[in-house]
């Protein structure tokens, strides 16, 4: 079935330098890949979303680029800051359109 | 406005005690999601649904029922609650088309 690998549980780098969170994904279906960002004791929110293969899209300073080939969507940023700790979760949706599979999450830390 | 609320935010249950969790939505999306949220898992769907008077399981539904009378609101039922229920709960709309959910600031319920 579908499903979403995170293989990063925590991250911790310092402010300024750069991120890159991996994502991968298994699915029989046309993928449509999501990063969601939770800060601490806050809702998730969605920052990045894209179904299309090759193509980079970007949101508050992250980016990131879903490759068909090799079934990723890793999320970067170019510079950290320490506003960015936070809990980040890739998700998929499902083929049925209504249903998104959420990896277990990595939680980024940055330091000053 | 908060387009996603919950109530309660925070519940002491007992086991084998029953508990109501409460959603509405305000964005009029015809999908509503019940998730949990634990260290190492991520969000795991529980129940969702279509629309008023429609629920479909998710992924971890055992334990769990779900209620939509209406458009705007969802309810997540725990008739016997057991420890193992402990956890954060998130509700989350989305439309149609399945391109974001939004979600709810969060239940946090400790069953003692």
């Known amino acids: 079935g579908d499903s979403v690998t995170q293989t990063e549980g925590l991250v911790t780098l310092t402010k300024g330098l750069p991120v890159m969170l991996n994502c991968t994904y298994q699915?029989?279906?046309?993928?449509?890949l999501f990063w969601y960002v939770q800060h601490l004791n806050e809702a998730p929110k969605l920052l990045l979303k894209?179904?299309?293969?090759?193509k980079r899209t970007e949101h508050q300073g992250f980016y990131a680029t879903l490759h068909k080939s090799s079934s990723s969507f890793h999320l970067q940023k170019s510079s950290v800051q320490l506003s960015d700790s936070a809990l980040y979760f890739c998700?998929?949706?499902?083929?049925?359109?209504?249903?998104?599979?959420f990896g277990s999450g990595t939680k980024l830390t940055v330091e000053p | 406005e908060a387009a996603v609320t919950q109530s309660p935010r925070n519940k002491v249950a007992v086991t084998g005690g029953k508990v109501t969790l409460s959603c509405n939505q305000t964005?009029?999306?015809?999908?509503m999601y019940w998730y949990r949220q634990d260290t190492g898992h991520g969000l795991r769907l529980i129940h969702y649904?279509?629309?008023?008077?429609?629920?479909e399981k998710g992924d971890i539904p055992d334990g769990y029922k779900a209620s939509r009378p209406s458009q705007e609101n969802f309810s997540l039922i725990l008739e016997l609650a057991t420890p193992s229920q402990t956890s954060v709960y998130f509700c989350?709309?989305?439309?149609?088309?399945?391109?974001?959910?939004?979600f709810g600031p969060g239940t946090r319920l400790t069953v003692l």
């Open positions: 989350a709309s989305g439309d149609a088309k399945g391109a974001e959910q939004y």
């Open positions: 649904s279509y629309g008023a008077g429609s629920t």
């Open positions: 894209s179904s299309t293969d090759n």
């Open positions: 699915t029989t279906y046309s993928p449509f």
């Open positions: 998700a998929l949706r499902e083929s049925n359109y209504n249903v998104l599979y």
């Open positions: 964005n009029n999306h015809n999908n």
